[in-house]
């Protein structure tokens, strides 16, 4: 199957700090929003939402990992609109808090001393 042209553009879009709505997304690149989210589904299989919803979950496990910073500063870095909203983005993809992906990332580190 041929990979849509217009895909690479959404998916670049998708990659910025703050990820477009599907009707801006759509309105840039010229395409009815219904039928975009439609057919982003399709190519990707997942929503552009849950698609935006997954790279901050991503981003964020990496910096919770990487630093000490306090959970409500690595849900805005990462953007989400404050840490509960992050919280139930983690319970909802992950299955595990932001807390204890920090806990499972140091207890190996801890041990290795």
Known sequence: MRRPA???AVEARLDTAAPP???DLAREL?????WLAQAYRAAIG???GET???KRVELATSLLRGSDAPAA???VAAGFCDQ???IRAFRSLIGRTPSQVRAEWQAP?????
């Open 6 to 8: 217009w895909l690479d």
């Open 21 to 23: 709505s599907t009707t």
């Open 30 to 34: 010229g395409l009815n929003p219904a």
């Open 46 to 48: 997942e929503g552009i």
């Open 52 to 54: 935006v919803r997954r």
């Open 73 to 75: 500063e690595i849900a």
């Open 84 to 86: 509960s909203h992050m």
């Open 109 to 113: 580190k801890r041990r290795a001393r």
